[in-house]
């Protein structure tokens, strides 16, 4: 990349995340480009600009942002003949920040390498409205000097990141982030129902507990929701969650590892989405147990 010249961003994805990281980087001054989609129509009014597909944007840009939601859409987005790859060049940095298995973003690392390009794995942690706020966090992975050149893209989608190893290190990092925030989640729903079928008041138990020992980030962030039963809009959804958790399942069994909070976890998110309630805020698990209670 010729550092002296402006960067040329291209964001990859512009759903729930990637429209709030491309906000971030117009904010901080770069040029951003996005591929021409039906949710992308609106992107030219705020400044963007729109390349015909994944193979123009990557031929287009200095670095490229990839926010994409499914393991389909970056197969198509990367290795489609219209992909990135196709577009790469050996000036190109592709920022990976989706949650998807390790596996899977090597070998679209290793694509890109034989054109030269280089790939971080930087999955980022936090809803939109964290996201939007540059509180949410990266965790960011890949050849160090790379990340060097990054920082300021970095700096510009989040003022909290941290360097965590080699590729592949960053996702490893993250699947173990979203695994305590899932278990934390289903841990707050459980305690809500054992408090509130022994009479105690959803308000007095936040009150209470918040400041105890026993809160934390996500007790405060989710407990709310469960007081008031209201789980839309969704910032965590339920389908989301149970996409990141068949993750973190497959990366415990291929180390051959016990996982009994896991194992519980799956359980009652897959209830959830069994239910028909993918879209709502995952804090709604506590629906699931407390109907769960009363037909036993």
Same mark, same amino acid.
């Given at each position: ?5 402006? @960067? ?16 971030n ?18 992107? #030219?009014?705020?400044?963007g600009r ?7 944007l990557?031929?287009a ?5 990839s ?9 198509? %987005?990367f290795?489609g ?8 060049? %050996? ?5 990976? +920040? ?24 930087? #999955?980022?942690?936090?809803? #939109?409205? @964290? ?9 960011? $992975?890949?050849?160090? %000097? &790379? &990340? !060097? =050149? +990054?920082s #300021?893209?970095?700096a510009?989608? $989040?003022?909290?990141?941290?360097? @965590?190893?080699?590729?592949?290190a ?10 305590? @925030?899932?278990a ?7 305690a ?5 079928? $022994? ?16 809160? $934390? ?8 929701m ?15 969650? *149970? ?7 497959? !990366?415990? %069994? ?10 519980t976890?799956m359980? *009652?998110?897959? =209830? ?7 879209e709502d805020?995952?804090a ?9 209670g009363?037909?036993?």
């Amino acid at each position: 990349m010729n550092t002296e010249a402006p @960067v040329r961003v291209g964001i990859l994805g512009l759903g729930r995340i990637g429209r709030v990281v491309a906000a971030n980087l117009q904010a901080g001054g770069f040029s951003v480009a996005a591929v021409e989609r039906p949710n992308a129509r609106d992107f #030219p009014a705020t400044g963007g600009r729109l390349e015909a597909d994944a193979a123009h944007l990557a031929a287009a840009s200095d670095v490229v942002v990839s926010c994409l939601a499914s393991e389909a859409q970056m197969e198509q %987005a990367f290795l489609g003949p219209d992909g990135m790859v196709a577009g790469a060049h %050996a000036d190109l940095v592709v920022i990976e +920040m989706g949650t998807f298995p390790i596996a899977l973003k090597r070998r679209l690392a290793g694509a890109l390498a034989t054109r030269g390009a280089a790939m971080l794995d930087c #999955p980022i942690s936090g809803t #939109p409205p @964290v996201v939007a706020r540059r509180e949410a966090m990266l965790f960011v $992975s890949g050849d160090e %000097a &790379v &990340v !060097q =050149r +990054m920082s #300021p893209v970095l700096a510009a989608i $989040s003022q909290k990141q941290t360097f @965590v190893g080699a590729f592949g290190a960053g996702m490893a990092t993250k699947l173990v982030t979203n695994f305590l @925030v899932i278990a934390n989640t289903l841990a707050v729903a459980e305690a809500f129902v054992l408090g509130t079928e $022994s009479g105690l008041d959803p308000r007095q138990m936040i009150a209470a507990i918040g400041d105890s020992f026993a809160g $934390s980030r996500v007790f405060d962030f989710r407990a709310p929701m469960m007081a008031s039963r209201t789980y839309q809009p969704a910032p965590g959804p339920a389908r989301i969650v *149970w996409k990141d958790l068949q993750y973190i399942h497959a !990366q415990s %069994a291929a180390l051959g590892l016990a996982g009994p909070l896991l194992e519980t976890a799956m359980e *009652w998110y897959r =209830r959830m989405i069994e239910a028909g309630r993918g879209e709502d805020e995952c804090a709604g698990v506590f629906e699931i147990l407390a109907a769960a209670g009363k037909r036993n």
